[in-house]
């Protein structure tokens, strides 16, 4: 039942940050031909720098997560093969079994 919970948590969680990152590319595209007339007080360029920003860190992080998970994955992919590859005799499961 609790692993129920933490997948609904994390779709949910899932789905609200797509839509976070449709919207800020959504409001570039809409104000990309945007006239500032006012050079340092605009606020729709402060706008865009900010989801501009906020876009490329949640790629930063993807980039972090999908690597640190490439080296979990390949990590568990050599322990696996290096238990696969011990000879397994009658001897060596009885001595696995006592210890």
């Excluded at 976070?20 to 729709?44: E, P, Q």
Aim: aromatic residues 8%; charged residues 15%.
């Amino acid at each position: 039942m609790a692993g129920r919970k933490h997948s609904v948590f994390f779709v949910i969680t899932a789905v609200l940050l797509c839509f976070a990152l449709f919207g800020s590319f959504l409001f570039v595209a809409v104000n990309a031909a945007h006239d500032c007339t006012h050079n340092d007080d605009c606020t729709v360029c402060r706008m865009i720098d900010a989801c501009i920003h906020s876009a490329r860190f949640m790629i930063a992080a993807a980039t972090a997560l999908i690597c640190a998970l490439a080296v979990i994955t390949a990590a568990a992919a050599v322990s696996r093969s290096e238990t696969a590859l011990r000879p397994t005799t009658l001897i060596s499961l009885r001595t696995e079994l006592r210890s």
